[in-house]
């Protein structure tokens, strides 16, 4: 077996699987070139009386790493959680989406697979970077257009939009104390993009905040509702906010 000193325990890997063994099988690491062992007793939370009713020899499966030396791998797959199985299964979709782009329409397309890596460790470290908005880090390598162009268009087809809902409450109690709000409000719409403010009844305003990228959208988020509680109290009224759950 090849050196397995480079998994550590606790790590999730999708594996493929090589072979049926009758008490466990035999299962490769993906993108690794590595092998490793899952015992019968660790393939299911169901109780397993045959491997076959568990796998299937060519599937793929979501397994942890629970012990791990320089000559052999034990792996689990009951043993992994909801959330890591999710997370696990995106990223190899991602990297494998965006691995046949590059070899659609790059030359050289281990070349450049070798490149992204290197600088950013995994392809889709490297995707999460153009998620956030950051268009620039395609510069960084000689790539033509027409890839550039078709790796943007997939990770816009990816995006999630995320739009931020907060409930305001404020108060005035001076004369002026509706101008006030409304000027209050109207400054922060104009300070900030993506933000709009509606009226539902007094003293209650629902804020809506969307940026673009995740990243962006909390930011903003963030910074209007510190400015709009530094300046209610510039203007005397009572600010209150809470965040709704969508």
Same mark, same amino acid.
């Given at each position: 077996?090849? !050196?397995?000193?480079?998994?550590?325990?606790?790590?999730?890997?999708?594996?493929?699987?090589? &072979?049926?063994?009758?008490?466990? =099988?035999?299962?490769?690491?993906?993108?690794? /070139?590595?092998?490793?062992?899952?015992?019968? $007793?660790?393939?299911?939370?169901?109780?397993?009386?045959?491997?076959? !009713?568990?796998?299937?020899?060519?599937?793929?499966?979501?397994?942890? =790493?629970?012990?791990? *030396?320089? #000559? $052999?791998?034990?792996?689990?797959?009951?043993?992994?959680?909801?959330?890591?199985?999710?997370?696990?299964?995106?990223?190899?979709?991602?990297?494998?989406?965006?691995?046949?782009?590059?070899?659609?329409?790059? +030359?050289?397309? #281990? %070349? *450049?697979?070798? @490149?992204?890596?290197?600088?950013? /460790?995994?392809?889709?470290?490297?995707?999460?970077?153009?998620? !956030? /908005?950051?268009? *620039?880090?395609?510069?960084?390598?000689?790539?033509? #257009?027409?890839?550039?162009?078709?790796?943007? &268009?997939?990770?816009? $087809? *990816? &995006? +999630?939009?995320?739009?931020?809902?907060?409930?305001? %409450?404020?108060?005035?109690?001076?004369?002026?104390?509706?101008?006030?709000?409304?000027?209050?409000?109207?400054? #922060?719409?104009?300070?900030?993009? /993506?933000?709009?403010?509606?009226?539902?009844?007094?003293?209650?305003?629902?804020?809506?905040?969307?940026?673009?990228?995740?990243?962006?959208?909390?930011?903003?988020?963030?910074?209007?509702?510190?400015?709009?509680?530094?300046? $209610?109290? @510039?203007?005397?009224?009572?600010? @209150?906010?809470?965040?709704?759950?969508?």
């Amino acid at each position: 077996m090849a !050196d397995t000193s480079s998994i550590k325990v606790g790590d999730v890997y999708i594996c493929k699987v090589k &072979r049926l063994l009758q008490h466990g =099988v035999i299962v490769e690491v993906d993108d690794t /070139g590595k092998e490793g062992f899952i015992h019968i $007793s660790e393939l299911s939370n169901r109780w397993v009386s045959n491997v076959k !009713d568990a796998v299937r020899e060519n599937s793929m499966v979501v397994c942890k =790493v629970i012990e791990s *030396t320089p #000559q $052999s791998l034990s792996l689990s797959i009951k043993r992994v959680g909801d959330n890591e199985k999710r997370q696990t299964l995106k990223e190899w979709s991602v990297n494998n989406r965006l691995q046949r782009l590059i070899e659609k329409y790059d +030359k050289s397309p #281990q %070349t *450049t697979i070798d @490149e992204i890596k290197k600088a950013y /460790g995994t392809l889709y470290d490297f995707y999460s970077e153009l998620l !956030d /908005g950051d268009a *620039t880090v395609l510069d960084e390598f000689k790539i033509k #257009q027409e890839l550039k162009d078709a790796i943007l &268009r997939f990770v816009e $087809s *990816t &995006r +999630k939009k995320l739009v931020l809902k907060t409930m305001l %409450t404020i108060r005035a109690y001076s004369e002026n104390g509706v101008e006030d709000i409304k000027k209050l409000l109207l400054e #922060q719409k104009s300070a900030h993009k /993506g933000c709009t403010f509606k009226y539902i009844k007094a003293p209650n305003y629902l804020l809506e905040v969307d940026a673009g990228s995740t990243k962006k959208t909390l930011s903003e988020n963030k910074k209007i509702l510190s400015a709009l509680e530094k300046k $209610s109290e @510039e203007l005397g009224l009572d600010f @209150e906010y809470k965040e709704i759950k969508s």
